[in-house]
Each structure stands twice: as structure tokens, then as C-alpha cells.
């Protein structure tokens, strides 16, 4: 039995439909009643029983479904090994995160390692002026950015980090002895301007570009990095949104950090070009997907 008819023949088995089987498994119909037609006749026996309303598997059929189903979980699992000691010594994932975000995803990075340990993890840093060059250009092999990602040459991966998002404004600004602001606030500051690198749709989605009662954020002075970004507002000249881990790894003088308690969930995914696409990559992406977003 070929492995796409023991495909097919488990897909089937499961699904108890030939229609819902072909159109998992990307075949014809007629390509699934061939392959079962295939093996009863090699096999002289039924492994199916079809009427007009219901399909079943025969007694032989139950037993060759768990024969079948061990056999094929021992074969991926030895080429699941095969793949792992291909990642041998000397691949280095190049990770680009925003500022301190390496730290919080230290689980994900010892779950990768304690997998592959073969492997390294390397971090760059990212600006949110230019969020997808060092992807583009082979700097980085993967970044973690907020969603959504909405680029042609990009694969968007796993989530790997969801959090809230504070307010950065000068601790003389008036909004400052609040315990938390809201989204409406920002309508009356100028945020920063990240420039034309980063697409507009997804700056909004740190950044929006109107509040929930849809008045206008004004965008204001230009900033390319994040301390950048710090002066502007030590300097009272605008306040912006960031995500709350700044608050965490940051206390720099003059500038207070204020939880923006209506902002939505932002949530963080892997991504890389998918022209790049390596086992390493589909290595972290699926320990990413195994652990699960790491809240912060």
C-alpha cells in the first residue's frame, strides 16, 4: 500500500464521508473510492460499509486502521528525528525583536534549544520605522512583530507574545498623574510620525489613526527609533503609544509610562520571507506553536 493510499484510507476512516476525505486530502472523490476500490480487491475483503446514507468500517477495516495508524506514527516520528539531527551545529537564527522582547521570550528560546541543541539564537534589534528591511535584505531570518502582517513576501508564524499597551508622555504633561488613559485621550496630543517605511495599516494597529468615537490622531513630530521616540517626548512635544513591555524594562527620567486601559489586545508572531523558509524556521515556529503565546 502506497503511503498516500494509507493516507486516504485513514483520512477516510476518520471522516466516515468521501466527500469531506477528497476535500481535506486536495483529490478527487473518485481519487478516494479508487484508492479503497484498490485495496479491498488486493485485500478480498471489505474495509468499508457504504449505503446511500452512511458510511462504516468493517471489523477488518477497525483493525487496519489501528495497524495502519501505528505504522504511520512511527515513520513521522522517525522522520520528525531525522529533520531534528539535521539541525546540527553551526544554524543560527537571526531573531529581530522590538527593544527588551528577547527577555520575555527566553521560554520559547530554551524550548528551541532544549529541541535542537545543535542550534543558536542570536537577537537584532527593530524599529517600528522599518519594520520588514532586515527580513527583505537576509540581516535577520525571522521577526516578531505585531499584527497584522499583511505582506505578500512574508509568512506570518505563530503568536508568540500578547500584551496591553501603555501611553509614553512627559511626566510634566497633564495627563500624567492619571493612573491609566484611555484611546479618546489621544486626540488631544500629536502622536509621532514613523514615516513611509512602515505601511500605514500596520502602524494603526499600534498607532491608530482615529479613536473609537472616531475622532482624528494627530500625527506630529518625526521619529525613526525608539530613543528617539523618548526625546520627543521627554520634550513634551508628543505622547504615543507603545506596548507595555517598555514599562517593564524602561524608567528613563522625565517620561511616565500610563496603561491605555481600552486598547485591544496586541498580539506578536513570527515572521519570515517565505522564499526563506528553512527546517530551522519551521523548528522555531513549531515549538512556538507547541509552547503558545507567553503573556506579558
Not at 539531527?85 to 531573531?95: I, M
Not at 522599518?130 to 512574508?154: I, K, M, Q
Not at 525608539?226 to 521627554?234: A, G, K
Amino acid at each position: 500500500m502506497e503511503l498516500r493510499d494509507i493516507e486516504i484510507f485513514l483520512t477516510l476512516a476518520e471522516e466516515l464521508h468521501f466527500g469531506r476525505t477528497a476535500e481535506r486530502l486536495h483529490v478527487s472523490q473518485a481519487r478516494v473510492s479508487q484508492a479503497i476500490g484498490r485495496q479491498e480487491r488486493r485485500l478480498g475483503v471489505a474495509l468499508f460499509d457504504r449505503t446511500s446514507r452512511r458510511v462504516s468500517l468493517t471489523p477488518v477495516g477497525r483493525r487496519l486502521r489501528e495497524d495502519l495508524q501505528q505504522a504511520l506514527d512511527l515513520l513521522q516520528a522517525g522522520l520528525a528525528r531525522a529533520e531534528a539531527a539535521s539541525l546540527g551545529a553551526g544554524h543560527t537564527l537571526k531573531v529581530g525583536v522590538f527593544g527588551h522582547a528577547g527577555h520575555e521570550l527566553r521560554p520559547l528560546v530554551d524550548a528551541f534549544l532544549a529541541r535542537h541543541p545543535g542550534c543558536d539564537v542570536q537577537f537584532g534589534e527593530i524599529n517600528g520605522s522599518d519594520p520588514f528591511t532586515a527580513l527583505r535584505t537576509g540581516d535577520h531570518d525571522v521577526h516578531v512583530l505585531w499584527l497584522p502582517v499583511a505582506e505578500p513576501d512574508l509568512t506570518v508564524g505563530p503568536t508568540v507574545l500578547t500584551g496591553g499597551r501603555v501611553l509614553a508622555l512627559s511626566t510634566g504633561h497633564p495627563l500624567a498623574d492619571r493612573d491609566s488613559v484611555s484611546l479618546e485621550d489621544l486626540a488631544d496630543n500629536y502622536v509621532v510620525d514613523l514615516g513611509p517605511e512602515a505601511p500605514e495599516y500596520w502602524v494603526s494597529a499600534m498607532v491608530p489613526t482615529r479613536t473609537p468615537l472616531g475622532r482624528r490622531i494627530p500625527r506630529g513630530p518625526a521619529a525613526r527609533t525608539f530613543h528617539e521616540i523618548l526625546s520627543l517626548v521627554t520634550a513634551g512635544r508628543c505622547v504615543h503609544p507603545l506596548g507595555e513591555i517598555v514599562a517593564r524594562y524602561n524608567n528613563p527620567p522625565g517620561i511616565a509610562f500610563l496603561p491605555i486601559h481600552d486598547a485591544p489586545t496586541i498580539q506578536f508572531a513570527l515572521t519570515w520571507r517565505s522564499n526563506h523558509d528553512s527546517p530551522v524556521i519551521r523548528a522555531l515556529a513549531q515549538t512556538a506553536a507547541d509552547l503558545g503565546p507567553i503573556s506579558l
